[in-house]
Structures are given as structure tokens and as C-alpha cells.
């Protein structure tokens, strides 16, 4: 933690799409996010920190309509959390050091993990190589 910030701050920093999916938890609708279909090599940081969240090595297309990883760059930088929300139990994925709302993970990817973290395009920015 230390890149916290108050729910004002966040508004004025963030867009309103932004603010309502990573402070919010709200969900970007399916094949709309700007990263969904992208193949472009480089890093996915935290649109809200910068913290380093997935590298593009472990990009795949899920055909969810979100932007899907098997990995994480660094365990250490996510944070998951048992989500009961919407009569479904999933297991919610968020930025460590600001607490933003990511997206989830689910054991249904690719080997050599078997996860899929499925992830907001608006929750991160994408730092070319
Ligand atoms: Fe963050």
C-alpha cells in the first residue's frame, strides 16, 4: 500500500468508466475494451498506480470478450480476494498497492498455469516494449 488515494481524488484523476470498474468494481462490457484483441508485445500496468500487473508473453484470447492471462507478472503485485457478489463465488482480482478492481481469475485457462485471469482493458495501460 501507499498509492492509496481518496474516493474524491480518484474521481478527479480517473475517467468516469475508470472510476466506476476499479474503485467501483463494475464491469466493462464484453468485447468493447481497447485491449481485448491487442497483440502487441509490452507490459500491462495498473491504470491507476502504474504498478506492473501482466505481461503480454502471457496473453492469450479466451474468446471471453475481456483481455485474458495466464500469469501474473508477479504474485506479489495482485491481490485476490473470495468474491460472493451476483449469486456466483469467484475470486476477484485487484491491484495491491492501490487496491483497484481488476478483474477475476477462473481455473479454466491454458496450461502451464490452468488460470485465466480475466481482466478489465480500462483497469490498465499498456506500457510498450
Ligand atoms: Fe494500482
Redesign the pocket.
Known amino acids: 500500500m501507499g498509492?492509496q488515494k481518496t474516493e474524491q481524488q480518484w474521481r478527479e484523476t480517473l475517467s468516469a468508466e475508470q472510476f466506476d470498474v476499479c474503485r467501483n468494481k463494475g464491469t466493462e462490457r464484453p468485447f468493447t475494451g481497447k485491449y481485448t484483441d491487442c497483440k502487441t508485445l509490452g507490459t500491462y500496468i495498473?491504470a491507476?498506480?502504474?504498478?506492473s500487473l501482466f505481461d503480454s508473453e502471457t496473453k492469450y484470447d479466451s474468446g471471453s470478450g475481456w483481455p485474458s492471462f495466464w500469469n501474473t507478472i508477479d504474485a506479489n503485485n495482485i491481490k485476490e480476494i473470495t468474491d460472493e457478489s451476483h449469486g456466483m463465488k469467484r475470486v476477484e482480482v485487484t491491484?495491491k498497492?492501490?487496491?483497484?478492481h481488476l478483474g477475476h481469475v477462473f481455473e479454466d485457462g491454458p496450461q502451464p498455469t490452468g488460470l485465466r485471469y480475466c481482466i478489465n482493458s480500462v483497469s490498465m495501460e499498456l506500457k510498450e516494449k
Open positions: 498509492k495498473c491507476c498506480c502504474g504498478e491491484c498497492s492501490c487496491g483497484a
